[in-house]
């Protein structure tokens, strides 16, 4: 054995191996970074007088009664697929939380059509209230789709390329109470998208316009309207509608499914002729007859939204069909 020999250490050894592999190594990380697509996804404030006040009221109730009639789409952008998503994003978005009864959008379009209402013309509020009233609903929400824009970004260096794409939106809703057709709340809410792709050395994402940041723009935009919607509504008492009356029973159209419970107290009325406004001839009201207060004794059978109540304080006429109960203060 040659004891003059040298034997490398391990620091030499990996000298040697990355003059052969570093440089591989590294353009495998940088590849990795430059060709990994990413998202960004913001919530904005929408340019408004003000933000909707947040009103706290301790006569929530249970589920309320909404429906959302089909956005109108006011941009050049996206024409008979905007409109369709926005309200199908804040329908969704109005039955994950838990607090609202959302009627169907096929069930509110085949009122229209009987109706012969026209979904232009749904931008009314008179027109919204009177759909609302015959699906008796507490309140139906319009709105449009104002802005949408979208634009692409891109760098191209010797060995990297990336580009980004930008969508932003701004969607605009009323909410109508049905009863009075006046509007409780006007909102606006503005969203923006960002994809980002990237390639290294010819390798990586490629692919023309990502199509899924339209919706991940709008649903920005739209989910605060749910915390919006919830707080302007719980300015009013909980109402219902009396169903139906036989003896002593009133059946009620709330029950399991809107969170109606046994031993709960309502206040019903009778409504008579409208209430004009002098000065704009818009409905504010109806004539009320107070008929008393009644209590909920059990649901009708076990599934559907109905329950049964009998009057324990009566003040005047018999209850009756399409008569009104408020959750009593």
Do not use: H
């Not at 040659?2 to 000298?15: E, M, S, W």
């Not at 709008?218 to 509504?233: C, G, K, P, W």
């Not at 046994?262 to 009201?285: F, H, T, W």
């Not at 009320?288 to 939204?305: F, H, I, N, P």
């Amino acid at each position: 054995m040659n004891k003059n020999k040298l034997v490398p250490t391990g620091r030499q050894i990996a000298t040697i191996l990355c003059y052969g592999g570093c440089a591989g190594i590294v353009a495998v990380f940088m590849l990795a970074a430059a060709c990994s697509p990413s998202k960004t996804v913001k919530m904005q404030q929408a340019l408004s007088v003000e933000e909707t006040e947040k009103v706290a009221s301790k006569y929530t109730g249970p589920k309320r009664r909404i429906g959302v009639v089909e956005f109108a789409n006011k941009t050049a952008y996206g024409q008979g697929r905007l409109g369709g998503a926005a309200t199908d994003i804040l329908v969704t978005e109005l039955t994950k939380s838990g607090k609202f009864i959302v009627v169907e959008r096929d069930r509110m379009e085949k009122i229209m059509q009987e109706q012969k209402f026209q979904s232009q013309g749904m931008t009314d509020p008179q027109t919204a209230a009177q759909v609302g009233r015959i699906l008796g609903l507490e309140a139906i929400v319009v709105g449009a789709v104002s802005q949408f824009g979208t634009k692409t970004e891109g760098s191209d260096y010797l060995i990297s390329q990336t580009k980004k794409q930008v969508a932003d939106v701004t969607v605009d809703i009323r909410l109508v109470d049905t009863q009075s057709g006046q509007v409780l709340m006007a909102d606006s809410g503005k969203g923006q998208a960002k994809s980002k792709k990237g390639s290294f050395l010819g390798m990586g994402t490629k692919g023309g316009y990502d199509e899924t940041i339209e919706g991940e723009a709008l649903r920005a935009a739209i989910v605060q309207f749910v915390t919006n919607i919830d707080s302007q509504l719980n300015k009013k008492a909980w109402s219902c509608m009396i169903a139906d009356a036989s003896g002593e029973d009133i059946y009620l159209n709330a029950g399991q499914d809107s969170g109606v419970t046994a031993g709960m107290k309502l206040d019903c009325y009778s409504q008579g002729a409208e209430i004009r406004n002098p000065q704009s001839n818009l409905v504010i009201g109806y004539r009320e007859e107070y008929l008393g207060a009644v209590e909920v004794q059990r649901y009708c059978g076990d599934m559907g939204d109905c329950s049964i109540a009998r009057l324990v304080k009566a003040a005047g006429g018999s209850p009756k069909a399409k008569d009104i109960c408020r959750m009593s203060k």
